[in-house]
């Protein structure tokens, strides 16, 4: 600032504002209102939408081509002094004030033109959408990454036979590769979330101004290609604040962390000592201060527990939103705050998830020996319908039969032919063949099923399903 007309309080600190007030904020106003050390790291995509700002500005005759070659130039020098690790300082009220104060040391008043026609409004939101957009594809590869793990896992899997659960009881075996891909398509549909998340960030709300729309003849589509967004906004009081793509990407990032509780509840389930199906390796774990045989599965927890925070942050936004009157509100500030730490939550939690997954072994010995006679129930009611017999009287039968073995304590297999001749005259000497488990998995081959070739073809649509990738 050498214009000496200007230098007052606010020129003093660095301020885009300021003209109208006589003396300085409080200190107590500052503390509340600077958000630098939330948005900090919105660096990258300020400057790069400076650059882009300045080049509408040329093309708008506000600048000349050798003013806007020298604020790109500056803006080039201030990243190279950011790359280096140039920290903002306290009185830095937000990241967009910072990159002008450092712009304005670099190359002095001509950096006073570039703020020509735009606000903090249009730029943080512009901003924002270029992080987020960033972010998507991030997640998304990290997601990809925990998926890759799953499929390889599920390939070692495919002929151990498991329990599966309903209510959390015994219910009918299946492939335990198809109980790990039961978490892989739930991540894939948290993919296609992304993609659409990343669809709708990639609309450029730079040129609407503080409110009001830009009143310079700069280029919107050149701004668009520029900074490679889709589209423009349609209405600038909207668009300074419009925080849907906020609330997409939060909606995206607690449903991804929701699935990866549940992943996690299952692997922590499955490797208690019950059920020890899961063995976990060790560098994803951690041990007791006091109970020196305990190995626990604290990456899991972690995950299992993180993701109250990304509801909490979802929520936190939509009441942020509600309510608040048309256009810009300084409440808007605080989106930062909930989304940057969704991802930076999800963007550790992932690659711990994927981790612990892919050092954990799967103990087939125990699955199998978790799988009992009296849940091939199921399958021996079916027997008796490819009998002739009517479901409904077949359950029954069935029922009459599990009923005998609860009383006498045993399994389905060790109950005499006889006793399966008095509960229904279809069944034949043939009917310990449908009581293995390799059996009710074998007829499970609709598409979707637990059957080999179902499994197989499930794997392979999974591998297919991870080659599309955000951009
Ligand atoms: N730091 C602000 C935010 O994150 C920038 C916008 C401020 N606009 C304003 N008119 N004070 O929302």
């Given amino acids: 600032m050498t214009t000496t007309a200007f230098v007052d309080a606010a020129a003093k600190s660095h301020k885009l504002w300021g003209g109208r007030f006589k003396g300085g904020t409080a200190p107590q106003f500052d503390a509340l209102n600077n958000s630098i050390r939330v948005d900090f790291r919105l660096w990258p995509f300020d400057v790069e939408l400076s650059k882009a700002w300045a080049m509408a500005l040329y093309g708008a005759g506000v600048l000349t081509i050798a003013e806007c070659k020298e604020i790109e130039r500056g803006l080039d020098a201030v990243t190279r002094r950011l790359d280096a690790g140039a920290e903002p300082i306290a009185s830095d009220e937000d990241v967009h004030t910072f990159i002008d104060r450092l712009l304005h040391e670099e190359i002095g008043d001509v950096a006073s033109k570039l703020h020509t026609g735009r606000s903090r409004n249009d730029q943080v939101a512009t901003a924002t959408r270029m992080w987020a957009m960033d972010a998507t594809g991030q997640l998304d590869s990290a997601v990809r990454q925990l998926q890759q793990v799953m499929i390889d896992q599920a390939h070692g899997l495919e002929t151990a036979l498991m329990p599966s659960y309903t209510h959390l009881q015994r219910a009918i075996p ?98 208690s000592s019950e059920f020890g199906f899961v063995q976990f390796g060790e560098r994803f774990t951690s041990g007791s201060s006091m109970m020196p045989q305990k190995r626990n599965p604290d990456a899991l927890e972690l995950a299992r527990g993180s993701a109250a925070r990304m509801l909490g942050h979802l929520t936190t936004l939509l009441a942020t939103l509600k309510g608040l009157p048309s256009s810009y509100n300084k409440d808007l500030q605080d989106d930062k705050r909930v989304v940057f730490d969704a991802v930076d939550t999800l963007l550790l939690v992932l690659p711990a998830v994927a981790g612990a997954l892919a050092e954990s072994t799967f103990r087939t010995e125990r699955m199998r020996a978790a799988l009992s006679t009296t849940m091939m129930a199921t399958d021996l009611a079916d027997y008796l319908v490819r009998k002739g017999a009517t479901f409904r009287e077949a359950h029954g039968a069935v029922g009459r039969l599990v009923r005998a073995c609860e009383e006498r304590g045993t399994e389905l297999h060790t109950l005499p032919f006889a006793d399966f001749a008095a509960a229904h005259p279809a069944f034949e000497d043939d009917v310990f063949d449908a009581l293995s488990a390799y059996r009710s998995v074998e007829h499970r081959e609709v598409e979707g099923g637990t059957g080999p070739a179902a499994v197989r073809a499930q794997l392979e649509a999974a591998q297919r399903a991870l080659e599309v990738t955000i951009r």
């Fill in 174 to 271: 299946v492939s335990a590769a198809h109980w790990l891909l039961a978490h892989f398509w739930p991540l894939e549909r948290d993919r296609a979330r992304l993609r659409y998340a990343a669809k709708a960030a990639a609309v450029l709300p730079l040129g609407s101004g503080a409110v009001a729309g830009c009143a310079y003849p700069i280029s919107r589509t050149l701004l668009q290609g520029a900074l490679g967004f889709d589209g423009v906004t349609p209405n600038s009081i909207d668009a300074v604040s419009d925080r849907d793509f906020v609330a997409e990407l939060l909606f995206c990032t607690a449903l991804l962390g929701t699935h990866l509780s549940r992943l996690a509840e299952d692997l922590i389930l499955y490797g």
